[in-house]
């Protein structure tokens, strides 16, 4: 949450490349915006504005460093004086930040009696006056920012910037920092894909380390205060994986690359899936833990290690895990899935689990996230860059690997590949198809829309009514069609969209029961499934590829609520009020 973008370097348009690189972070947070510049006259060039940064150009300012920030409020409502940079009294010190200083309020409770003048009602404006006052008493910027940062309690990450100097420092103990330098420049981004356009060597930051980042070196501080070594990592994505291209947005582009993304993975990823399953093996007790939509691909995980490899895995939202740790031992075995490898809820429950000393296995998407970092194992699903806000083939990728896995630990990996090509065909025919826009702008005036789906079809349910609500802002419910009579059945009226799942396997009597129920009480059956029925008002054709049809199924609820929410004028990348990476609990 919150998009950083720091720049020094041989161009006189630092203005414009910071603007750039906020822009394609404004996925992390869009309520507003700020740059803040050295001209090379020597004058500091402030701008801030409210809304997203859209086409926003700014004058002609001649800098060669300086930088900026998106954000996603949280301290302070979403006006131009809060957003960042923020200063110090005398503007010689400039912040943007990323995360919450939980003890702000007494700080600038102390800052105020000591002179200080604050002019937002941020969080953060209360860092740069700490280190102005810190300042006053010992000359040393860096040990000034660290005590700063020591002293500030909360998951912050932030770069001060002091344009005197020229320098920047940058330092984290929570949301991603990532440092990328070429021949001509240097970029320190809150996310890899705001670098790839200059370099793809990368540093990501460890927390409570310092970079110090002048046009001449950059120097990095560790955790014990002595001088510390920067790794390089090769990011594996290129530059026009992080562009829209010739798709209309984002979410398309992320849909339609979903068959590229499935068909690397059964390249790929054998050799890696099958040593990882050994460890799944060899644990007593695993959990699979994630949020949102990583959490429906959690809960679509514990249905495939039970069916396919006969193991019991639960399933826990990441915000929840924190709770049930007590029980974890050193023989457990998390299994963490993020796909920015940065939620907070998921990374403070991994944090519990390591304090029981249970193992921890990543399957995340980004290579030298927190996550990735703090795993024991790791599986990375190379997805390449996922920018629209909702996650799409994110949770395609997590399903292809964790049904692989299953079919590892039964010995059938070639039966689990085989299933995916054929899941891979009906996802291609899907987004080829017209008939789901056409459904899409048939219902684009429904005040709901509900979900239903039995066995591996159920978490497809939820996750399905995930994805309508969020970038089409229809209520969506998803249910377990079990569930129907125990309740949510009160709610069908003649007319009320319901779409139901009935893919050919155990399920299929049971669900259709179901839907002539809900028939019978007036309900618009959209039915997704291999073979047609009299009860299907609308019926979506998805051929059988056994427990792998979760992809195409979910293809299909990616694609509708894509296409509800063009109808309806909405931007599909940037739903209201939600940011990709949520790093702030
Ligand atoms: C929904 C969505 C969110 C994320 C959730 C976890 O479309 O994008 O529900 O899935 O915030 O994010 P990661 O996978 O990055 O941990």
Known sequence: ?????????????????????????????????????????????LKKAVGKIGQAILPDTNSSIGFGHTRWATHGGVTEKNSHPHHDCQKKIFVVHNGIVENF???????????????????????????EQKLKKQKSRSQAVLKTFNQITGMNALIV????????????????????????EKIIASDASAIIP???????????????????????????????????LNLSYDKQDVEVGSYPNFMFKEISEQPKVLRDIINTQRGN??????????????????????????????????????????????????????????????????QSGETIDTISGIKKAREKKAKIMAIT?????????????????????????LATKSFTAKIAVLYLLSHCLNGSYDQGVNQIKKAIGETERLIKSTQIKELANRLKNSQHIYVLGRGVSYPTALESALKIKEVSYI????????????????????????????PTDETYKDTLSSAYEMKARGAYIIGIAEKNSPVFDEFIQVNDCQEAVIIPNVVVAQLLGYYLAVSKGYDPDKPRNLAKSVTVK
Not at 161 to 174: L, M, R, S, T, W
Not at 282 to 298: D, E, H, N, P, V
Request: overall charge positive; some cysteine; charged content about 25%.
């Open 475 to 502: 209520h969506a419910e998803g249910f377990a069609s079990g569930e129907l009579k125990h309740g949510v059945i009160a709610l069908i009226k003649k007319g009320t969209p319901v779409i139901v799942y009935n």
């Open 161 to 184: 910037f002091f344009p005197d100097y020229e320098e920047f420092y940058a330092i984290k103990n929570g949301s991603p920092i990532v440092f990328g330098k070429n021949k001509k």
């Open 105 to 131: 309020a007494h700080i600038k409770n102390v800052l105020s009696k000591s002179g200080h003048h604050f002019i937002s009602d941020t969080d953060t404006e209360i860092i740069a006056h700490l280190i």
């Open 1 to 45: 949450m919150c998009g950083i973008f720091a720049y020094t370097g041989e161009s006189r348009e630092s203005g414009r490349l910071i603007v750039n690189g906020l822009r394609s972070l404004e996925y992390r947070g869009y309520d507003s915006w700020g740059v803040a510049l050295k001209k090379n006259n020597g004058q500091i060039y």
């Open 273 to 338: 899936l099958g040593k990882t399953s050994q460890i799944i093996r060899k644990a007593r007790g695993s959990y699979l833990i994630g949020c949102g939509t990583a959490y429906y691909a959690a809960i679509s995980g514990s249905y495939l290690f039970a069916k396919i490899a006969k193991r019991h895995i639960d399933a826990t939202i990441g915000s929840e895990f924190g709770y049930l740790t007590d029980f974890l031992t050193e023989k457990s075995l998390v299994i963490a899935l993020s």
């Open 365 to 389: 998407n980004v290579l030298g996230s927190t996550l990735y970092r703090i795993s024991d194992y790791r599986i990375l699903l190379q997805a390449g860059p996922e920018k629209c806000v």
């Open 198 to 232: 200059y370099t793809k060597k990368v540093y990501f930051l460890e927390d409570n380390e310092l970079l110090i980042v002048t046009g001449k070196e950059e120097k990095l501080i560790d955790k014990q205060n002595k001088n510390g070594t920067i790794r390089y």
